[in-house]
Structure formats: C-alpha cells, structure tokens
C-alpha cells in the first residue's frame, strides 16, 4: 500500500490546521493512502518528520501550514535517497510558496487538489548549509517583518506584516551591504536586499512577475532608496509588477549570490527569522516535486 505522512502545524496562520486534518486525511485514503499523522510542536519538528517519512519510503508527504512548515518539510526532503513528493494545503499568514503553484488558498479546494495527477518540479535555493523556498530578505525592513509576534500573525494575518513594515519605513535605515554575483559587485546602503525564486513575496503575487518556480534562478532586489515606499508610485509599482524598473531598485537575477556586511545584519527566510550575514545563495534547480492542480 503506499503510504502518505501528513505533517500538521497547528499554530500556523490563525489556528485553523487541526479543523482540516480529517478532510486531508480521507481525501489521501479516497486515494489509496495508508495515512501517518504528525502534528509539530516546535521549531525542526517538521524536518525530522519529514526525514522520517521519506526513510520509511512515503510516496507522498502533505504540509498543512505556513510557509515556515514547508521550508522545514522541504529541508527534510532534501538530501534524502528517496524524495517523497510535496502535497500543500496551505494555512499559513502569507502562503506564498502555495500562490506561486497556483495551489488554492481555499482549505477546500487545495485539498481536493491532492487528488491530481500533475507534478511539478520546482526549484529549491539553497543558502548556506540549509535550502529556502521563497525569499531570503536582508535589511531593516527584514528584521522588522521577523519581530512580528506569531500572536499577531494569527490575529491580523499578512496585515501584521504592513504594520511592522510602516513603522519601519518611517526610519528608513539602511545597512551598508557588498553583494556579488557573476563577477559583478554592488556596494553601498540598502534597507532592503531581496532574492526571491518565485513570483510571490510578501503575499504579493506580482512583486517578481518573471520570477517562474523552474527557472534556475534567484531574482534579485536591491532597494537603494525606501522614500519612494511613501509615493504612491510605489504601490503602482508593485502592484503592476514594476518594481524591477523603479529608479530606486536594481533588479538582476543569477544562480549564485553572496551578500555580506560589515554591520551584523541578520536576515529573514521564507518569513522566519534566518541566519546573520554573510551568506552565499544559490539554486537547486527542479528539486523538489510538487503536487499541483491538474488544471494550473
Ligand atoms: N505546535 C506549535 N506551536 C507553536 N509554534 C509551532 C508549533 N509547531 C511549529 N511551530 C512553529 O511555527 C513556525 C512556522 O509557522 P508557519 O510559517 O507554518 O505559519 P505562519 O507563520 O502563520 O505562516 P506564513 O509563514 O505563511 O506566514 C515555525 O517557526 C515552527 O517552529
């Protein structure tokens, strides 16, 4: 029989993993699955479950949670001799990893999505000695985004996020950063690096409209400049999938990126709180197999 590991956060977003455990559960037996349920308690409770489950063979693994929750499953996966694929019913704040797939944000539909026969393979990065999904953020900006309290998240959902990020904004401080990638270099003050492997960061979905899950490559943000944050150019920007063109950003994409600071800089992965710079990014391509609607 094959076999599925369901591994369940139930702090994730607003509380609301558990509801729809069962669901997930039958869908998978509907499907032929013998189930395993793990729910998490705590930080790396997810990698060791999703370790286990592809040791033990698990033809499929099935996140409900955050982004945090998948990129440990996905630290799990990785590395491991047989890769489980990736089911999603995403029940985080942001979910952006589940929008770039086009998985349903609606707990009903992404369920049913389970049952589709189409797999994806999706690039991974990598930084430094672990794998990231999303985004890895360097900056002010970042730092204030990590500080936001999970009691926060649960209660006022990605609108947590904008509230730290105006306070801020208001400040406007900037670290002086050295970032390198194919043989170029980039040095000066930014309150915001951003290195994104999909079309959504933040919970917006055209913030790297180019930005495609398989193209073997980082997408890169330097935001020279957060005054225009306060213009209403910005939001057009970013809401039109300009932000590449803005006068205040220098977009480029590449395999490879190193980013290092004199000034202890921390930085922000996939929504959590992530190591202090220097780090050294790069992608796996076509890592990590996906289950996505039929349809997408
Ligand atoms: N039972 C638990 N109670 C509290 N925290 C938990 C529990 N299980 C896991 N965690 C923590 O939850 C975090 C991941 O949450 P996750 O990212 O899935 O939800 P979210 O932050 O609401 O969503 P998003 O990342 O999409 O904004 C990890 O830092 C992990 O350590």
Redesign the pocket.
């Known amino acids: 029989m094959t076999q599925a590991t369901i591994i369940v ?6 509380e609301e993993a558990l509801d729809y455990l069962r669901s997930v559960e039958e869908l998978l037996q509907s499907q032929g699955y013998e189930v395993t349920v793990k ?8 990698t060791g479950y999703s370790i286990a489950a592809c040791k033990a063979g698990a033809d499929m693994i099935v ?1 409900i ?8 499953t996905i630290n799990g996966l990785s590395g491991q001799a047989h890769q489980s694929k990736l089911g999603i019913i ?7 990893f589940a929008r770039a797939l086009q998985i349903p944000l609606i707990p009903e539909k992404a369920i049913r999505t389970l049952a589709s026969s189409r797999v994806q393979l999706v690039d991974a990065g990598r930084l430094n000695n672990r794998l990231f999904i999303n985004v890895v953020a360097a900056g002010k900006l970042a730092e204030s985004l990590t500080s936001v309290s ?1 009691d926060d ?2 209660r006022f959902g ?1 609108l947590a ?1 904008f509230k730290e990020g105006i306070k801020e904004l208001a400040g406007n401080a900037s670290y002086p950063l050295t970032i390198q990638h194919d043989g170029y270099t980039w040095v000066g003050e930014t309150p915001l690096f951003l290195a994104a492997l999909t079309n959504s960061v933040g919970g917006f979905e055209k913030l790297a409209p180019e930005a495609a899950v398989d193209d073997g490559l980082i997408h890169c943000f330097i935001i020279k400049n957060l005054h225009f944050f306060n213009t209403l150019t910005v939001s057009l920007s970013v809401l039109l999938g300009n932000l590449k063109n803005h006068k205040d950003v220098d977009y480029f994409t590449a395999r490879e990126v190193t980013v290092t600071s004199s000034d202890t800089v921390r930085t922000n992965v ?3 709180e992530g190591p202090a710079l220097p780090v050294k990014l790069s992608v796996l391509p076509r890592h990590i197999r996906v289950v996505v609607p039929n349809s997408s």
């Open positions: 956060n139930p702090s994730s977003g607003k729910e998490t308690q705590q930080e790396g409770d997810a996140s949670g955050g982004d945090g929750t998948l990129h440990e995403p029940l985080g704040t942001v979910n952006d999970s998240k649960s990605a996020y996939d929504g959590e």
